[in-house]
């Protein structure tokens, strides 16, 4: 079979233990996953807009996104033609690999970070750079020291998974006069929503250096991961090209008409991140007290140094009912991602957490 | 900017418009969309289950389509572990180039044929040799002479789309013969739910052929194109591939839940095949009084050769709310395609067509 002989050399990405797998594989009542960084309520606001659509689920939805294009549009005070939208900002990422590189083309990106960079990179057949981190954070001047002429796109997660850090104004502005003007930047921006004041004005800076894809979604703050739907801000030209290598009708009916939902119920955000605020701040205080380490983070997720492999951990938590994140995937093999969720699950969490604790120690 | 210089040649998809868009353009209270060969009704059956999965609509989608995948192998009687999903049978084309296609490697396609292949092809840097139809039919014995020790795939629409012609089991039979054992056969069965008796068994096929992969939709037959689902079917090693390639939550929930439902009700397709062809032979009965040529269709739409440009017809018909399909992009600028609606959408259709055709007589 001729297929591609480097997908051999690839791994794929393991998501986090979908709560309907633990289901089926133990007999729990009670299941809270706390493993992929979704907020722990439903926007029940869209019911409405999801009814009214079925009626029109029989047609291909619009491949431009109309509607949803000019309010987003109107959201940010940004051209409608300046965004793209993806089956998730997953897609964004691939769209911009598939648009921008040819094999041996070189992309760098920080490590550990976000798995699907380095996955997608290599299966478009780039060369991945990794730049370590420096405690938990990007290292940005390392990373400018690695652009060659080679250099496509560099991706940078901000705020950062797993490790959920920022990197500021200041220091992304101190960046941006490091990278030549031909060099894509490609900023995540998955959880910017969470972010703290300080965050850096992608929008704006777009303004001054075209070459760059803002890429958010509506899987986090807005609590629509089932539904696939994110998109990216650039300039125009990257646009044409991102929509120029998209399948024609890559976002569902029930995606555009529930984000559109999404972006005229501006207070379920604010909500959604000052109760994350508060319940990161409860696990702050208890972490704190179990004495173990981690980063604070900027996002609605929190990474906890273990010092020791997390394995049975995490095994121990799922005969709890609770599903952690182990990144043995991302090199941490002693470390594991918990996701800030309500005061139940955070509390059972703690719990369960302190109880593994003791017995180790015994 | 470094994005790909190859993407200035390709020529993005225009899909059929959708009726949203018209309504935007023109002040009309009614119109027929017979544009996208999608059915002209809802499955109004999955509204329990769409309401049902708003609960989870926080959290990723099963990577996997665990339930779905398992209810489609028994429906089929296959191994679960050979079918692949995708956001539409679009994204099983996508994933198999992207598994496959290597620079300059060789696909080939049948021309006019499904704009897609040729597209996605150039877009990850093949070379797309075409072979021009026959009598609206694949010429196979064309294509198996077309057979280099480059080709990696070898597209085939069937039933065919614009044609709606399709290739009967002992045609396929002698063209499987001639097509050697490592070059992949992509069969795109997105309308075979409406082909007749004497269609190849593509699946019984695969049990001798593993180098293959059927790609099959719920957007047609099922009624859900605002969805976004298709799969392939193929072997497990392929499977494999194309979901190493793939995006890790590329088949949204709802799609999920709604599939799984639409297999529940089996009634639902007879009810629309069989809907499909009393209306289809109303079309046929009418344009034949016309004295206008179509070759006769094995799915849902019907191609009619007008013998004459027919961007004014196109035009026409808006004015009068009925969107069929101009096929310029196919070079098929005297053609247009028609998907069967309802009845009041046909006569409709074929009252408008008619008082076009009188119009120019005149």
Redesign the interface.
Known sequence: ????KE?DK?N??K??K????LR?QKKLTKIY?LA?N??????AF??NV??K???????????TC??LRDKLAKNFKINPDSIVFG??S??II?LAL??????KDEVIIAYPSFL?YQI?AE?FGAKVIKVPLENYSYCLGKIAKKITKKT?IIFIANPDNPTGTYINQEKMDDFLKKVPK???LFFDEAYFEFAPEDFPKSIEILTRR??MIIARTF?KAY??????IGYGITSK??AQ?L???R?????????QV?AQAALENKDFVKKVVSFINKEKSYLYKNLDRLGVFYPKSATNFILVDFKKDTKKLYEYMLDQGIIIRELSGWGLGNFFRVTVGTRTQNRKFIKSFENYIRRIRK
Do not use: W
Not at 1 to 4: G, I, P, S, W
């Open positions: 079979m001729q297929y591609r997908l690839i794929s990405y998501p986090g979908p709560i309907e797998e089926r996953k992929s979704e907020i722990p309520f439903q926007p869209i019911k999801v009814n659509e079925l009626k029109n689920i029989n047609r291909y939805p619009e491949s109309f509607y089956n998730g997953d897609e691939t598939k648009a921008f590189i040819d094999k699907v997608q299966i496509k031909d060099v894509l075209k070459n899987s609590g629509l991961a089932g539904l696939r030209k990257i090209l929509n120029k290598v399948e024609p009708f890559n976002v569902n009916r029930i995606a529930s």
